[in-house]
T-cell receptor, first 112, second 112 residues
Framework: EAAVTQSPRSKVAVTGGKVTLSCHQTNNHDYMYWYRQDTGHGLRLIHYSYVADSTEKGDIPDGYKASRPSQENFSLILELASLSQTAVYFC???????????FGKGTRLTVV | GDSVTQTEGLVTLTKGLPVMLNCTYQTTYSPFLFWYVQHLNEAPKLLLKSSTDNKRTEHQGFYATLHKSSSSFHLQKSSVQLSDSALYFCASPTSAGNKLTFGIGTRVLVRP
């Protein structure tokens, strides 16, 4: 079965600190995504990538960076964490356009 | 721009009753619509999908029909169960086809 693994599963970060969320997929998928989930906003796309060493901005990229060092790995980086970035973050992968997106179990990030 | 609209934020109903969750979309792309379900503290998972106009698609007792004339893809079930309590997202690829746009989600709460 398709597998997307996120780490850590939860994290408490200090305002102004750096946070890195990691994602690993064993699906052999080209596309990887980072979504943010907030009540009342659904799932919003932060960054995505369709090939290693390249990333694209999603709908809400401000305050986030992404890194795709290999097909399997995709990281989300918060250089200066802020209170407004408290949310649940989901990594996902898919094989291409119009195909099923497989999600990881999410990372609950709390910025204090 | 591309968008997906879900009009109900919360639907509360009694076990055994029918349910319909609304989804309308706006896209210049040939539409490909998805419904994802997210149970509490779990990852979103694909429930069903369609790109064929006026054809009913079914999975796990849920069904939906894509109507391009009205830009709709409403999700229905004839008789809900307690286990159907979850968050339901409608989604559609953007015009570029390389990422999904999600609605804000509809939370379904089924009471005994």
């Amino acid at each position: 079965e398709a597998a997307v693994t996120q780490s850590p599963r939860s994290k408490v970060a200090v305002t102004g600190g750096k946070v890195t969320l990691s994602c690993h997929q064993t699906n052999n998928h080209d596309y990887m995504y980072w979504y943010r989930q907030d009540t009342g906003h659904g799932l919003r796309l932060i960054h995505y990538s369709y090939v290693a060493d390249s990333t694209e901005k999603g709908d809400i990229p401000d305050g986030y960076k992404a890194s795709r060092p290999s097909q399997e790995n995709f990281s989300l980086i918060l250089e200066l964490a802020s209170l407004s970035q408290t949310a649940v973050y989901f990594c996902a992968s898919s094989s291409g356009q119009n195909t099923e997106v497989f999600f990881g179990k999410g990372t609950r990030l709390t910025v204090v | 721009g591309d968008s997906v609209t879900q009009t109900e934020g919360l639907v509360t109903l009694t076990k055994g009753l029918p349910v319909m969750l609304n989804c309308t979309y706006q896209t210049t792309y040939s539409p490909f619509l998805f419904w994802y379900v997210q149970h509490l503290n779990e990852a979103p998972k694909l429930l069903l999908k369609s790109s064929t106009d006026n054809k009913r698609t079914e999975h796990q007792g849920f069904y939906a029909t894509l109507h391009k004339s009205s830009s709709s893809f409403h999700l229905q079930k004839s008789s809900v169960q307690l286990s159907d309590s979850a968050l339901y997202f409608c989604a559609s690829p953007t015009s570029a086809g390389n990422k999904l746009t999600f609605g804000i989600g509809t939370r379904v709460l089924v009471r005994p």
